[in-house]
């Protein structure tokens, strides 16, 4: 059964920082392009990073590039995203999610496989 459990997230406010933590099993994680991804209330899904499951290139959305980190554990099969200079805008349920290698660009929100259940994230202004 494949799992994808997310944590961290929390309530901060304007300007403060956060790392959220999936924690994958059930899948061989090195073959997995991960991406995360965050839903604002009243919003559609939108893919905010990812990281090549081979070389562990890494694509940027514009509205976060600069402030968040992604970044992979091969051998704990976990990826985390660190965000820095968060923003009342960065108010979301955020997710992970899976894709087989090969699933195309970076940059492509499509093709995801597995996603966790979503960790909140509310930034105060």
């Known amino acids: 059964q494949v799992q994808l459990v997310e944590s961290g997230g929390g309530l901060v406010q304007a300007g403060g920082s956060l790392r959220l933590s999936c924690v994958v099993s059930?899948?061989?994680?090195?073959?997995?392009?991960m991406g995360w991804f965050r839903q604002p209330p009243g919003k559609e899904q939108d893919l905010l990073t990812a990281?090549?499951?081979?070389?562990?290139?890494?694509y940027y959305a514009d509205s976060v590039k600069g402030r968040f980190t992604i970044s992979r554990d091969n051998a704990k099969n976990t990826v985390d995203l660190q965000m820095h200079t968060l923003r009342p805008e960065d108010t979301a349920v955020y997710y992970c999610?899976?894709?087989?290698?090969?699933?195309?660009?970076?940059?492509?929100?499509?093709?995801?496989?597995?996603y966790g259940q979503g960790t909140q994230v509310t930034v105060s202004s």
């Open positions: 990281i090549s499951w081979s070389d562990s290139s890494t």
């Open positions: 999610a899976a894709r087989f290698a090969g699933g195309g660009p970076l940059s492509s929100p499509a093709a995801y496989d597995y």
């Open positions: 059930g899948l061989p994680f090195s073959s997995y392009t």
